[in-house]
């Protein structure tokens, strides 16, 4: 089975700086995904960066980077230059299988992220 | 057209009510996927339809009751549930089961009284 952890209480950060959110995984799937999702107080899961198994390079989108390190099995999301917007709760999760009628997304319990002004 | 649409985004049901929750896209995904999120946790997995056919139930309790009766429309018909059913329920839909992109709606607040 995946698990997915995410373990830092609330956090908080200064407008225009950057923070780096910390997520663990565990998968016995040789193949598999892991996602960041944001998801602001009217419940829409915004989905913002992907990172797959087998990508040689840390995914970027934005303002927003993966940093992958597969044999730590941690992939930690780094936000830059906070935006007020940004104030919301953040959920690491992981596909695996990567394909296949198994194949399931699987969320860690989220952390709340406050940007100060 | 990126948009999951669920309908309606808030119901409130007393237990002997029957109702359906509704989710529609028109992006050509052929799996699509029904979560049930508590206050302050992540969302569960509760089922996944794969090309119309159910591929996985999370051995939900058969007071939930999935359909897709078409590629583009997934339904969740509710009956006799319980005030621990109030949630809310997250429909997303990805190209095929296991795509490395879901498309989430909004929502569906649920209240059971």
């Known amino acids: 089975a995946q698990k997915i952890t995410q373990t830092q209480p609330g956090m908080f950060v200064q407008e225009k700086e950057a923070v780096t959110l910390d997520c663990t995984y565990d998968?016995?799937?040789?193949?598999?995904?892991l996602f960041w999702y944001k998801q602001p107080s009217s419940g829409e899961m915004i989905f913002l960066i992907y990172?797959?198994?087998?990508?040689?390079q840390n995914a970027t989108e934005g303002r927003y980077s993966l940093n992958f390190q597969k044999a730590r099995k941690s992939a930690n999301l780094v936000i830059s230059a906070s935006q007020l917007g940004d104030s919301a709760m953040y959920f690491c999760?992981?596909?695996?299988?990567?394909?296949?009628?198994?194949?399931?997304?699987?969320f860690g319990k989220g952390i709340t992220l406050s940007v100060r002004p | 057209d990126t948009e999951v649409t669920q309908t309606p985004k808030h119901l409130v049901m007393g237990m002997t009510n029957k109702k359906s929750l509704k989710c529609e896209q028109h992006m050509g995904h052929r799996a699509m996927y029904w979560y049930k999120q508590k206050a302050k946790k992540p969302p569960e997995l509760m089922f996944v339809y794969s090309y119309e056919k159910l591929s996985i139930n999370e051995s939900v309790p058969s007071r939930f009751s999935p359909e897709c009766p078409n590629s583009s429309l997934l339904n969740l018909h509710l009956h006799a549930l319980q005030p621990e059913d109030s949630a809310l329920y997250l429909c997303a839909s990805s190209l095929i089961q296991g795509s490395t992109e879901a498309f989430f709606g909004q929502g569906t607040r649920l209240t059971v009284v």
């Open positions: 998968t016995s799937d040789p193949s598999y995904g």
């Open positions: 999760a992981i596909l695996s299988p990567l394909t296949g009628a198994n194949s399931k997304l699987t």
């Open positions: 990172q797959g198994s087998y990508d040689q």
